[in-house]
């Protein structure tokens, strides 16, 4: 099985700041990533897909990148609505495996 | 505008068979750009793959699952289920399903781009 690792397990952020999460990938798995917010009482919600494309009605402060093995999500200025936990999961191959998760909360 | 939802048992007991079912609205189950999964959350816990299915039939779950985990589509309905035979404690979980769209064609590989609500699922004695 691919494990998939993120760091940091949480971070404390304020309003507009910049927010970076790293996924790895315990083997190639190229580009085929994705990114998740999810919170709490609600589905999660695909953000990225193929590493860095941007789904459709996310808002341009997300942003994904990596392929291989290293990946990352960068949440330019970060707004109220994005406290959350954010997940990547590979699509490689089976099976499908989620990170541990990233929660971003408020400083 | 395609709409998922959940629905199963709420409350079990262990060594019961869980049958959850998603009744898919605003587009048809059977379209091969399309698969789907079954995603599991425990409570505090992160997402768990459960398993998918493709339009081919072909039907893929998680290993420690596996052999409890039964994946079909209804199209008559319109409906996905899952059924997980002999529940633990363990499987007491907030489960999903979801539509995932292909990133390439005649593959495996996509992600879940719509959602159900999620239906809590509680395993005690």
């Known amino acids: 099985d691919i494990q998939m690792t993120q760091s940091p397990s949480s971070v404390s952020a304020s309003v507009g700041d910049r927010v970076t999460i790293t996924c790895r990938a315990s083997r190639d798995i190229r580009s085929y990533l994705a990114w998740y917010q999810k919170k709490p009482g609600e589905a999660p919600k695909l953000l990225i897909s193929?590493?860095?494309t941007l789904q459709s009605g996310v808002p341009s402060r997300f942003s994904g990148s990596g392929s291989g093995t290293d990946f990352t999500l960068t949440i330019s200025s970060l707004q109220p609505e994005d406290f959350a936990t954010y997940y990547c999961q590979q699509a490689d191959s089976f099976p499908f495996t989620f990170g541990p998760g990233t929660k971003v909360d408020i400083k | 505008q395609l709409q998922l939802q959940e629905s199963g048992p709420g409350l079990m007991k262990p060594s019961e068979t869980l049958s959850l079912t998603c009744n898919v609205s605003?587009?048809?189950?059977?379209?091969?750009?399309?698969?789907w999964g079954w995603i599991r959350q425990p409570l505090g816990k992160g997402l768990e793959w459960v398993g998918s299915?493709?339009?081919?039939?072909?039907?893929y779950s998680n290993p420690p699952l596996r052999s409890r985990v039964t994946i079909s589509v209804d199209t008559s309905k319109n409906q996905l289920s899952l059924k997980l035979s002999s529940v633990t404690a363990a499987d007491t979980a907030v489960y999903y399903c979801?539509?995932?769209?292909?990133?390439?064609?005649?593959?495996?590989?996509?992600?879940?781009?719509?959602w159900g609500q999620g239906t809590l699922v509680t395993v005690s004695s």
């Open positions: 979801a539509r995932g769209s292909r990133w390439e064609v005649s593959t495996i590989r996509g992600a879940f781009d719509v």
């Open positions: 299915m493709y339009y081919s039939g072909n039907t």
């Open positions: 193929s590493a860095s």
């Open positions: 605003g587009d048809s189950i059977i379209n091969r750009n399309y698969f």
